[in-house]
């Protein structure tokens, strides 16, 4: 789940929290917070204490991006109380906290673990996994466009390694054309973490991706673009 660093609150105060929206855009690109798939109608502020339950309608620090999938399924879990359950990409390190092996999500338990014996992180990790599905796999009659949509890009993903790897050995142009045309693919197909997890060897990929979608936050990756193992 990329962590995403949205700065300062662009406005001092807006009456609907629709009007958000192009400030959320601008800041974080048009992606979901937290499935990361690209989000091409109608994008959704997701308020991260729900609205319905007392969390605040247009502060800056209660608004990401949500797509319909992951917000439909939070709906209205999160309170005042038990925010601090869960995980948040706009406040945690969760480029750590989820693994996307074979383009699939799970907890990155071990290393939560391993970082928090208390087992506090893993908890938190798994209540946001659980809280908008994100592993799920829709059967029959779901809509649910997560998991395709993720696998089509890990697809991508694959292919666009072995193109890479092939212009090892040409000029330098090419490999930067061929950098260019990755990241336009990556950037357009969404799941940055899928991205990143199939880069993990290709640092100046890596740093690419990091630069290239929107208020990815910095300060959870190396120099060579690899997941800092902190919390
Ligand atoms: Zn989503």
Redesign the pocket.
């Known amino acids: 789940m990329r962590p995403v660093d949205k700065g300062e609150s662009p406005y001092e105060t807006i009456k609907e929290y629709e009007e958000a929206l192009p400030y959320l855009e601008e800041k974080l690109g048009l992606y979901?917070?937290?499935?990361?798939?690209p989000i091409k109608h109608a994008p959704e502020v997701e308020h991260i204490v729900s609205k319905s339950r007392g969390g605040d309608l247009t502060d800056w620090s209660n608004l990401i991006l949500?797509?319909k999938?992951?917000?439909s399924r939070k709906l209205a879990a999160t309170t005042p109380h038990n925010k601090n359950d869960y995980l948040w990409p706009d406040d945690d390190n969760t480029a750590i906290a989820y693994l996307y092996t074979n383009g699939f999500p799970m907890v990155n338990k071990d290393i939560l673990n391993e970082l928090d014996p208390t087992e506090l992180h893993f908890k938190k990790a798994q209540n946001t996994y659980d809280m908008?599905k994100l592993g799920n796999v829709p059967q029959k009659r779901d809509k649910d466009k997560?998991f395709p949509q993720r696998n089509m890009a890990y697809h991508k993903a694959l292919i666009s390694l072995k193109n890479w790897q092939n212009t090892k050995d040409a000029p330098e142009t090419y490999q930067n054309d061929m950098k260019e045309q990755i990241i336009m693919t990556a950037t357009a197909e969404g799941f940055f973490s899928v991205w990143m997890t199939v880069f993990y060897d290709e640092p100046e990929i890596l740093n690419a991706l990091i630069a290239s979608f929107p208020g990815t936050k910095r300060s959870c990756y190396d120099e060579s673009g690899k997941i800092r193992k902190v919390l």
């Not at 979901?32 to 798939?37: A, F, K």
Request: net charge neutral.
């Open positions: 979901c917070s937290y499935c990361e798939m949500g797509c999938y992951c917000n908008i997560r």
